[in-house]
T-cell receptor, first 112, second 117 residues
Framework: RKEVEQDPGPFNVPEGATVAFNCTYS??????FFWYRQDCRKEPKLLMS???SGNEDGRFTAQLNRASQYISLLIRDSKLSDSATYLC?????????????FGKGTKLSVKP | GAVVSQHPSWVICKSGTSVKIECRSL??????MFWYRQFPKQSLMLMAT?????????EQGVEKDKFLINHASLTLSTLTVTSAHPEDSSFYIC?????????????FGSGTRLTVV
């Protein structure tokens, strides 16, 4: 079983749509969780951290369910500029320690 | 904020030659650097972790004699792909731990796309 699993997509949605991505991780000892965004042929960039209480940053909402080892990302009112691959990322350690474990990513394409 | 400069951005080399990729931290000291590799439509896979002044720790299945990592200074880490073959063609990217700049401080280089012909 892969450490971090995501639906690869692609998700093709119209502008303004709401889209949700899911992710599961295999190691229950994982301590910190993130969503990164990666544009084609570019480095990944941190979108947001994910907390057990759930957290929101503008149009983006992230949720974590430790019992189910499940992470989600909700994007509301999709923009063309949201088109990218969204990477679910897990760290066995908290804070700035240890290495990041990446999922394969879910590709999102927002159409006009 | 923290910046990691990675060079070259892309390189094409002949099979059997060696290629060096550099990652420099521009405004901070990178004690720890991670090197990843990403094949098309695959996730970033950690190759090795390097700490300044000590030998790199390689992940299982990564040949340390083929992928030479040098982290001799706090601002420079290099990855050399020796005797490159077409199957080494990939996107290589470094990431430095930068806890002083943010709580979740990982700063990525811009990546190097290696094509071996």
């Amino acid at each position: 079983r892969k450490e971090v699993e995501q639906d690869p997509g692609p998700f093709n949605v119209p502008e303004g749509a709401t889209v949700a991505f899911n992710c599961t991780y295999s190691n229950s000892a994982s301590q910190s969780f993130f969503w990164y965004r990666q544009d084609c042929r570019k480095e990944p960039k941190l979108l947001m951290s994910v907390y057990s209480s759930g957290n929101e940053d503008g149009r983006f909402t992230a949720q974590l369910n430790r019992a189910s080892q499940y992470i989600s990302l909700l994007i509301r009112d999709s923009k063309l500029s949201d088109s990218a691959t969204y990477l679910c990322v897990v760290n066995m350690k908290g804070g700035s320690q240890g290495n990041l474990i990446f999922g394969k990513g879910t590709k999102l394409s927002v159409k006009p | 904020g923290a910046v990691v400069s990675q060079h070259p951005s892309w390189v094409i080399c002949k099979s059997g030659t060696s290629v060096k990729i550099e990652c420099r931290s521009l405004d901070f000291q990178a004690t720890t650097m991670f090197w990843y590799r990403q094949f098309p439509k695959q996730s970033l896979m950690l190759m090795a972790t390097s700490n300044e002044g000590s030998k790199a720790t390689y992940e299982q299945g990564v040949e340390k004699d083929k992928f030479l990592i040098n982290h001799a200074s706090l601002t420079l880490s290099t990855l050399t792909v020796t005797s490159a073959h077409p199957e080494d063609s990939s996107f290589y990217i470094c990431s430095a731990l930068t806890p002083g700049f943010s709580f979740y401080g990982y700063t990525f280089g811009s990546g190097t796309r290696l094509t071996v012909v």
